[in-house]
Every structure is written in structure tokens, then in C-alpha cells.
């Protein structure tokens, strides 16, 4: 069985270019997160959907920070403009609504901005 | 916003050893979740928690859940060099502003030597 896809799996542009992140969820799964990693501030929750609405947006660094849902089965996080402060790995995350102790992650995305 | 403190950042072990790893919090969790990344990949599920003082094993694994709910602890018998990589605590929010939301410690980076 498919788990979470994410792609690109790397990602360099130079500062001020959108980026753009993409994620599948395991299919059936009704719930998507979106996590950074960095070194200094570890994993941190950017958003969640349910049932592709989102739930809670509060770790979303800036407006420069979007993300959207327009099926179960496909999501994006778009950075416009980037800034090398937004260099990271990006993971995508899903599981049943309600069954957040049993989230699954993607393999992440490395994204580089010069 | 909640916390959790993750010790010890790194440990250095031979091959064989048992290994101990413990996280305390800030506030209280009614879910406690032990994730493992390898290089290049997302958190993996090992162990998840429900009750305060419930003790579970997963093969070589064994977590416990505090009973204050605040702590949990993670040893692993017999370490094997597949045993090597980042383990991260994890607390399910189950209420308020934290609901559905996991809040991760810093991590625990384990190198076993052969």
C-alpha cells in the first residue's frame, strides 16, 4: 500500500521565488498535517485539515505561508516569497479524523533557499 | 505554548547496551507517542500511551507513561546498529487550542558502534 507521497523530495530556489510543496495522503485517510523540521526549532505543526477544511492554521510562520485542500486526496504549501529562513524539511502527515495518536509522514521534502 | 524537554540529545553506545531516553513536559498529556526517523524519512510510530502509569512493549521497546502524565520514558534492551537514529517524544493535545495537535520533543540522536 501507498503511504504518504510527497514531491519534490528536494527543492533550491533563490530567495524570493514561490515554492511550492505538494502531498498525497494514504487514501481513506480524512486528516492532513504539515510540519517543519529545522535544527533549531525541531518539529513544529504548521497546519491541519479535516476532511480537507482547515482546522487549525496557527503554526503558519507568515502570510507568506499558504496551504490548501481542494480534495481527500491531494494538498499544497506554497511560500511566496521565500527567504532562506525558510529552508527546511517540509513533512506532509495523515491519518483518520479523530485518530491523530496514529498520524502517518511522508518522506518529507528538503527545500533549500539561497 | 506547551513544551517538552527531551533528554539526552545524543548518546553514543556499543552494540548490545540497553539505552534509556526520557521527556518531561510542561503540561499534562492524556496521549504520549515515541516516533524513530531514519536519514531521509519521516517519523515512524513506534510506541503510543493512553494511561497514566501503562507500561508497553514493542519487542526490544519498552515506554512508560508517567504517572503525573508529564513524563514518559523510552529504553531499548539490546541495542543492534539498525537501532541508530533520531527518537522523538511526542504529546497528543486533547483539548482547548490543542486539540488533534502533537507537540514533539527535541529528539534523542542514537549511534550505535558495531
Known amino acids: 500500500d501507498a503511504g504518504v507521497i510527497q514531491s519534490p523530495r528536494h527543492e533550491v530556489t533563490e530567495m524570493g521565488q514561490e515554492v511550492t510543496l505538494r502531498c498525497k495522503p494514504i487514501s481513506g485517510h480524512n486528516s492532513l498535517f504539515w510540519y517543519r523540521q529545522t535544527m533549531m526549532r525541531g518539529l513544529e505543526l504548521l497546519i491541519y485539515?479535516?476532511?480537507?477544511?482547515?482546522?487549525?492554521d496557527s503554526g503558519m510562520p507568515e502570510d507568506r505561508f499558504s496551504a490548501k485542500m481542494p480534495n481527500a486526496s491531494f494538498s499544497t504549501l506554497k511560500i511566496q516569497p521565500s527567504e532562506p529562513r525558510d529552508s527546511a524539511v517540509y513533512f506532509c502527515?495523515?491519518?483518520?479524523?479523530?485518530?491523530?495518536?496514529?498520524?502517518?509522514f511522508g518522506p518529507g521534502t528538503r527545500l533549500t533557499v539561497l | 505554548g506547551q513544551q517538552l524537554n527531551q533528554s539526552p540529545q545524543s548518546m553514543f553506545i556499543q552494540e548490545g547496551e540497553d539505552v534509556s531516553m526520557n521527556c518531561t513536559s510542561s503540561?499534562?498529556?492524556?496521549?504520549w507517542l515515541w516516533y524513530k526517523q531514519e536519514p531521509g524519512e519521516g517519523p515512524v510510530l513506534l510506541i503510543a500511551l493512553y494511561k497514566a502509569g501503562e507500561l508497553t512493549s514493542n519487542g526490544r521497546l519498552t515506554a512508560q507513561f508517567g504517572i503525573t502524565r508529564k513524563d514518559s520514558f523510552l529504553n531499548i534492551s539490546a541495542s543492534i546498529p539498525s537501532d541508530v537514529g533520531i527518537y522523538f517524544c511526542?504529546?497528543?493535545?486533547?483539548?482547548?487550542?490543542?486539540?488533534?495537535?502533537?507537540?514533539f520533543g527535541q529528539g534523542t540522536i542514537l549511534t550505535v558502534h558495531p
Open positions: 485539515f479535516n476532511n480537507n477544511v482547515p482546522i487549525d
Open positions: 503540561s499534562i498529556f492524556n496521549t
Open positions: 502527515a495523515s491519518s483518520l479524523v479523530g485518530s491523530y495518536n496514529e498520524q502517518f
Open positions: 511526542a504529546g497528543l493535545g486533547t483539548g482547548g487550542t490543542s486539540y488533534g495537535k502533537l507537540t
